[in-house]
C-alpha cells in the first residue's frame, strides 16, 4: 500500500479535507493548534494516500478477500504489525517501507475496516 508524495504536502483531496478540518481544530478542545494543525496534515496524507491506492487496487482486494474483507483487514494489518514489531526490536534499518509507510497502512487498513463495518465498502 505504501506510495507517498515524497515532498510531504497534501494534494487537491487532501486539501479539501485540511480545509474541512481547520474549521473544527480552530475550537481548539484543550488542543493546541500546533497538535491541532499537525493531526490535519497527518489525517490529509492518509486521505490522499488511501484515495489513491483505491484507484489503483479497486475495491475487489479487500472485498473478495478469502474468508470475507475483515479477515483479509486483519491479515494485511498483522502482517503490518509483525514488520513494525521486527524493525523495532532489531534495530533494523528498512530496505524498502519505513516504519512511517507502515504506520500509514495500518491506519488506512482501520478505516477501510470502519468502512466495511458500515456497509460503506464497495463490492465492485
Known amino acids: 500500500m505504501a506510495d507517498?508524495?515524497?515532498?510531504?504536502?497534501?494534494?487537491?483531496h487532501g486539501g479539501i479535507?485540511?480545509?474541512?478540518?481547520?474549521?473544527?481544530?480552530?475550537?481548539?478542545?484543550?488542543?493546541?493548534?500546533e497538535f491541532n494543525n499537525d493531526v490535519?496534515?497527518?489525517?490529509?496524507?492518509?486521505?490522499?494516500?488511501?484515495?489513491?491506492?483505491?484507484k489503483d487496487y479497486?475495491?475487489?482486494?479487500?472485498?473478495q478477500s478469502p474468508g470475507g474483507p475483515l479477515n483479509g483487514l486483519r491479515v494485511r494489518m498483522w502482517d503490518k504489525l509483525a514488520r513494525i514489531n521486527n524493525l523495532v526490536e532489531s534495530g533494523a534499518k528498512p530496505?524498502?517501507?519505513?516504519l512511517?509507510?507502515?504506520?500509514?497502512?495500518?491506519?488506512?487498513?482501520a478505516i477501510i475496516g470502519l468502512l466495511v463495518l458500515q456497509g460503506k465498502w464497495p463490492n465492485e
Open 4 to 12: 507517498y508524495n515524497p515532498t510531504g504536502r497534501t494534494r487537491i
Open 17 to 33: 479535507l485540511r480545509e474541512a478540518i481547520s474549521d473544527v481544530k480552530d475550537s481548539n478542545r484543550g488542543s493546541s493548534v
Open 40 to 54: 490535519a496534515d497527518v489525517t490529509s496524507g492518509l486521505f490522499d494516500l488511501l484515495i489513491s491506492k483505491h
Open 58 to 63: 479497486g475495491p475487489k482486494n479487500i472485498s
Open 95 to 98: 530496505e524498502n517501507e519505513s
Open 100 to 109: 512511517e509507510d507502515s504506520f500509514k497502512d495500518m491506519a488506512n487498513y
